[in-house]
């Protein structure tokens, strides 16, 4: 949450606890440091000194002549909770704890000392936050950061002062560099909250190590990320970072595999390496209205257009070809001998004007950006160059990337792009990586955009069998499903499956059973006791006739007595042979990640299927479009889509079931762990072949412990409306924004510059995919649709309630189709989202109306709210209900 986190990273005051003229004390460096740099009202505290400089020092909290907007604790370790209460009751909102060493019980005493004051914390063992533009400087770097756009936000301390003076080498500004030490209470979710809305911030940079909160990261991630560019390297993708991360932060670190679908599906763009992240950040805050998907390299060396290229092609940057209307226009102007080709090498001797007379004719190409790349030579001044191609080059939106090869020789020319916004890179490899980066984030964003297709509203799903077959396995005291009522569930979750006989562990059965099924069948052996039944020789394929089924019986019972005498055998499973042309293995899996909770798998299935390691992970909740884009992520989707003789696969029978896997581990929350291996998948459809289920009493699934909110399907409600039919009450969902788009085809203006403050009735598509694509963690938008007669249903009303990340207060808005007026719609929409601010605990609904709107203010009154003139403008009321007063009377 954002609460008072104004204090902390935008203090008009600060009072430092622990100042000293000691050296190596921490008090003593964070001291000196505020004391030459910060702009507000500093205050020294320290029972043992009356003076520090031209400073007086106080020798407690009650003897301050102010409350500070901030304490900097740099105490002892047991002094941190009695001044974290005393502060609170001072009235200060915002504390950094420098203080090393806080046992656990120390922790909780400092938590419970802020809570009720709301103190918020920062630490303890924070020894980073900087502000630059304040001169807010409490860190022990020996290195000041220079004022900016860009926000580090890290939750290692040590990484500082390299990042630091890496970025001031660079020229690159800050507005924010923020250590979240052992943030026991301000994490990332809070930080990234603030920057999202912090004017000065045009891009924010996070280190990350290990996540406490995932759902709230997200939410609060995927609302930055729409706002601005939010790029991410995660410490621990090896298993020893992994094990090193947790034991550093104690606290789970969660899958890379997992990590990198979590920052995929909130729009964030991840890197690498920790220089990568001020490349991407560069270019994404400077480059950000670019739309070039390919790229042209116009250098004056071979060699360096040759690491261009390479760099391009390792990092699936397309090169563009250039069209024989470019080449003929650069005949005219390059010398002969140049490169006829991309790159375009235009000679080492090339004057200014060489120069700019190639880019000028490059530029024209307008889905293209330009990366001039430098070598320095005797001919001419690289400076000259670079003054001749700057007011070409800056011009927006910016289209062109630097990379000055060499240091002192090219010093100016590269100072010269960087001042005046230009990126500029050292190395080719560097520019194509940035310039890689920038076009993967642009497809994140895109694809947070994208509307998905159409899809039934409630689940196909026989949910009452599926719980009864649940409870009866765990009655059993058992964990794992055998195969036929794995099989059973799924086909209850609508998955196509196998017919399967069960039969005693009897040869004869087994014969008999395959008889009745027809031949050729498959065989398997069933056990409680034997997960992998193709370890032990537990599965025969093809077997054509009796003397084959009783012989293979008999052969499986003796290799699995002999591998696996303990094993207890229940029978046997006989199966039709499925032959299925065309037909290619695929594996659909579930598992619940340590930190991310459940997760879903897509692959390549088979016995091989480790060995192939074809596979793509996502976070549930998925919907058509989501789990299209599970699929394309993996090399077999290529083979799905036909190669050569074999036609392509129904791609749209594996969305089916890949979704309905998703909503059976919303609504199961049981399920530990699903492996569907293989499911056969060809141009006429899907079976389950073969699955595994494994379950737990500690019910590890659930729609609650997804990392993502799912849809609330426990919020739709229906009753009668005025002309006979069912109106149904529902939250907004993506696969509605053409319901969204005709709702406002059929709105008076009027009605919408009442609602809107301005009139139109026609919206862009990024438009109204921000407004169906909601975060039903923070925000929720209810529509009212009534049926129509040919099955699909038209939207008559919407009500939205924008939260803040505090949850302290919801703006609502509220929009009834125009000839759907005098039904009380608009009284049933806001008594809908009233009712569910309520239960969600929000403290208050607030809204600004026109005052001429004489509609919205009188059923405001009815509802009870508060009415006022808006404090900002005259021409608006301020309406405001307290929900939680209004629930306890």
């Given at each position: 949450?954002?609460?008072?986190l104004?204090?902390?990273?935008a ?9 000293s ?6 008090g ?12 507000g009202t500093l ?9 520090l400089?031209a ?9 301050l002549p102010?409350t500070?907007?901030?304490?900097v604790?740099?105490?002892p370790?047991a ?6 209460g005393a ?15 806080l046992?656990a019980a120390?922790k909780?005493a400092?938590l419970?000392?802020a809570q ?5 914390i920062?630490g303890?063992d924070c020894?980073?936050?900087l ?5 807010l400087?409490i860190?022990?770097t020996?290195v000041g ?8 936000v890290?939750?290692s301390a ?9 970025a001031?080498?660079?020229q690159?500004g ?12 301000v ?7 603030y920057l ?12 990350v190590?290990t996540?406490?909160?995932p ?9 930055a ?6 790029i ?8 020893q970072?992994?094990?090193?991360a947790?034991?550093?932060?104690a ?9 990198d ?8 763009l991840r890197v690498f ?10 270019l994404?805050a ?8 390919q790229?042209?390299?116009l250098?004056?060396g071979?060699?360096?257009g ?6 391009a ?10 069209s024989p ?5 650069l005949d005219?102007?390059?010398?002969v001998g140049w490169s006829r080709?991309?790159?375009?090498d ?7 004007q060489r120069y ?5 004719i ?6 293209c ?5 430098h070598a320095p ?17 800056s011009e927006k ?13 090219v ?13 500029d890179?050292?190395?080719?490899e560097d ?23 159409a899809a039934?509203l ?6 009452p ?8 396995v ?5 964990e794992?499903?055998?195969e036929?009522?794995?099989k059973?569930?799924?086909k ?5 499956v ?6 005693p562990?009897e ?23 034997i ?7 537990g ?6 006739n009796a ?9 499986m ?8 005498p ?13 032959r ?11 598992r619940?990640?340590p930190?991310f ?18 596979r793509?992970?996502a ?8 789990a ?7 090399r ?11 036609p ?9 079931a890949?979704?309905?896997?998703s ?8 399920i530990?762990e ?5 499911l ?10 073969d699955?595994r289920?494994?379950?737990s ?16 399907l426990?919020l ?17 969902r ?6 969204l788009?005709?709702?406002?085809e059929?709105l ?5 510059r009442l609602?809107l403050?301005?009139?139109?009735r026609?919206f ?7 407004m ?10 209810f529509?009212?649709t009534l049926?129509?007669?040919d099955g699909?249903?038209e939207?008559?009303?919407d ?13 609502f808005?509220?929009?009834?189709r ?18 569910y ?16 709107n004489?509609?919205?203010?009188g ?9 006022s ?8 009321r301020h ?5 939680q007063t209004?629930?306890?009377?």
């Open positions: 949450m954002t609460r008072h104004h204090a902390l990273l203090p008009r005051s600060v009072a430092v606890f622990g100042a003229d000691r050296p190596q004390r921490d003593t460096a964070i001291w000196n440091r505020l004391a030459a740099e910060f702009k205050h020294a505290v320290n029972p043992r000194l009356r003076q400089g400073h007086k020092v106080w020798h407690s909290v009650a003897e102010q500070p907007d901030l304490a604790i740099c105490t370790a002094t941190v909770p009695s001044l974290i502060l609170g009751a001072r009235g200060c909102k915002a504390a950094v704890v420098v203080s090393t060493g046992s120390q909780q400092m419970a000392a009720p004051y709301a103190l918020r920062l303890p020894t980073g936050l502000v630059p533009h304040l001169g400087n860190s022990l020996q950061a220079q004022p900016g756009s860009v926000a580090f890290s939750q040590a990484l500082v002062t390299a990042m630091m003076d890496w001031s080498s660079r690159i800050f507005s924010h560099f923020i250590a979240l030490g052992e943030h026991a209470d994490d990332f979710a809070d930080v990234l909250d999202a809305s912090d004017a000065r911030t045009r891009a924010i940079m996070l280190y190590e996540l406490d909160e759902r709230k990261f997200l939410s609060a991630a995927r609302v990320a729409r706002n601005k560019p939010l991410v390297v995660k410490g621990g993708r090896s298993g970072g992994q094990q090193a947790s034991t550093h932060s606290a789970l670190a969660g899958s890379d595999r997992v990590f679908a979590a920052v995929s599906r909130a729009g964030m390496r920790l220089q990568h992240l001020f490349m991407a950040a560069e994404l400077r480059f950000r209205d670019n739309r070039s998907e790229l042209i390299v250098t004056n071979g060699g360096a040759v690491l261009a290229a390479d760099a092609d390792y990092a699936r940057v397309q090169l563009a070809p250039l209307e470019r080449i003929a226009e005219a102007v390059l010398p080709a991309n790159p375009v235009i000679g080492g001797d090339a004057p200014p700019l007379d190639a880019l000028r490059l530029l024209r190409e307008r889905d950006a330009v990366l001039l790349v030579t005797g001919h001419v001044p690289s400076l000259d160059i670079a003054q001749a191609l700057l007011p070409l080059a939106p910016v289209r062109v990337l630097g990379c000055w090869l060499g240091t002192q020789a010093a100016e020319a590269s100072a010269l792009f960087r001042a005046a916004g230009i990126p890179y050292d190395t080719p520019a194509v990586r940035a310039f890689a980066s920038l076009r993967l984030h642009r497809h994140h964003q895109i694809d947070l955009m994208e509307t998905p297709p039934p409630h689940s196909r799903m026989d949910l069998g599926i719980r009864e077959l649940v409870e009866f765990l009655a059993d005291g058992r794992w499903l055998t036929p009522e794995t059973e569930l799924l209850r979750a609508g998955l196509p196998t017919p399967t006989r069960v039969v562990p040869p004869e059965a087994a014969v008999y059973a395959a008889g009745t099924l027809g031949f050729p069948v498959a065989l398997k052996i069933l056990s409680h006791d997960t992998h039944k193709s370890d032990v020789g599965v025969r394929l093809n077997l054509h003397a084959e089924v009783e012989q293979a019986a008999r052969s019972l003796e290799r699995v007595l002999q591998l696996l303990q094993a207890r055998i229940e029978g046997f499973t006989v199966q039709p042979m499925v299925r042309q065309h037909a290619h293995e695929l594996i659909i899996g579930a619940i990640d930190l909770g459940p997760v879903m798998v897509f692959g390549q299935g088979g016995v091989a299927v480790e060995v192939l390691s074809d793509s992970v976070l549930p909740p998925l919907n058509g479009k989501l299209r884009s599970l699929v394309e992520r993996t077999v989707a290529r083979l799905l889509q036909g190669y050569r003789n074999v392509a696969a129904k791609l749209e029978a594996l969305i089916d890949l979704v309905a896997v909503q059976l581990l919303a609504e199961v929350p049981e530990a699903l492996d569907i291996n293989p056969l998948l060809n141009p006429e459809g899907a079976l389950v072949l699955a289920l494994r379950l009493r500690e019910r590890p699934a659930g729609a609650a412990n997804f990392a993502i909110r799912p849809y609330p426990e739709i409600e229906t009753l009668p409306f005025a002309d006979g039919r069912t109106l149904t009450l529902r939250p907004i993506p696969e509605d924004e053409g319901l788009e005709r709702f406002f059929q008076d203006p009027e009605d919408i609602r403050f301005y009139s139109r026609s862009e598509h990024s438009e109204l995919a921000r169906t694509q909601i975060d039903y963690e923070r925000e929720m938008a529509i009212a049926p129509l007669p699909s249903e939207m008559i009303g009500v939205r309630g924008l939260g803040d990340p505090d949850n302290l207060e919801a703006e808005g509220v929009l009834v125009s000839d759907m007026k005098g039904h009380r719609l608009g009284w049933i929409l806001m008594d809908k989202l009233i009712r601010l309520r239960a969600h605990g929000t403290q208050r609904i607030v809204g600004a109306v026109l005052r001429e004489d509609g919205m203010l059923l405001g009154r009815k509802l009870g709210f508060h009415i003139v808006h404090p900002e403008d005259p021409d608006l309406l405001e209900l307290p929900l209004a629930q306890r009377a």
